[in-house]
């Protein structure tokens, strides 16, 4: 079956704009997570969904980011008036179940965001 | 807070080369342990985990063993092929924090042929 897919793969933007990011999970996972990558990094946690709801934003660095999962599958990842310390790669990760320790998470091939 | 420290490369090895990349954490309770792997233009991989201590994990030919008194989960393989290249991350997930991954910065690894 398909794996986490993540649209789009590179997104380049001028520092101000808007952004939208897509990550589409693996079929029936109800757990989704957003990581943001600074190069040289290991992935931070952003947001993590468990179905509709978003059950941990703890990791959203300000209310210039936002994200949604309105039917429990497909979520966007919105950043409003984007900044250059914004640029980096947005992981997208899904589990069958968010709760139970262990689950692994499988993670989608990211999308390079480029602020000028 | 939860977080995960490894050890800083890059690592370069010769193939058939003996490989250890340290792991070490802090986190309240009993965290499960995970080591990802990101291999060239791919995304993260799992490649092995374990939950509870004293537990192995161990996958193509990789290992890792969760020590608690240690706080510890080194990544071990006794011969590396130029293949193995890749950025390595150990990973936390801590029940108080819920279900979120918390990483290492990663460990680069090169194998020379």
């Known amino acids: 079956g398909a794996g986490v897919s993540q649209t789009p793969s590179n997104k380049v933007t001028e520092k101000g704009k808007y952004v939208e990011l897509r990550c589409d999970p693996i079929?029936?996972?109800?757990?989704l997570y957003w990581y943001r990558q600074s190069l040289g990094q290991g992935p931070e946690f952003l947001i993590y969904f468990q179905g509709t709801g978003a059950a941990d934003d703890s990791g959203l660095p300000n209310d210039r980011f936002f994200a949604v999962r309105p039917e429990g599958s497909v979520s966007t990842l919105k950043i409003q008036r984007t900044e250059r310390g914004d640029s980096a790669v947005y992981l997208c990760?899904?589990?069958?179940?968010?709760?139970?320790?262990?689950?692994?998470?499988?993670f989608g091939p990211g999308t390079r965001l480029t602020v000028l | 807070g939860n977080s995960v420290t490894q050890m800083e490369g890059p690592v370069t090895l010769s193939e058939e080369a003996f490989l250890t990349i340290n792991c070490t954490y802090t986190?309240?309770?009993?965290?499960?342990l995970f080591w990802y792997v990101q291999y060239p233009g791919e995304g993260l991989q799992l490649l092995l985990k374990?939950?509870?201590?004293?537990d192995k994990g161990s996958n193509k030919g990789f290992e890792a063993t969760y020590r608690k008194e240690t706080t510890s989960f080194h990544l071990e393989k006794g011969s590396v092929q130029v293949s193995d290249s890749a950025v390595y991350f150990c990973?936390?997930?801590?029940?108080?924090?819920?279900?979120?991954?918390?990483f290492g910065a990663g460990t680069i690894l090169r194998v020379k042929s």
């Open positions: 990760a899904s589990s069958p179940q968010g709760g139970r320790a262990g689950n692994e998470q499988f």
């Open positions: 374990a939950t509870k201590a004293d």
């Open positions: 079929s029936g996972h109800t757990a």
């Open positions: 990973a936390l997930r801590g029940l108080e924090y819920g279900n979120k991954l918390v």
């Open positions: 986190a309240t309770g009993y965290p499960s």
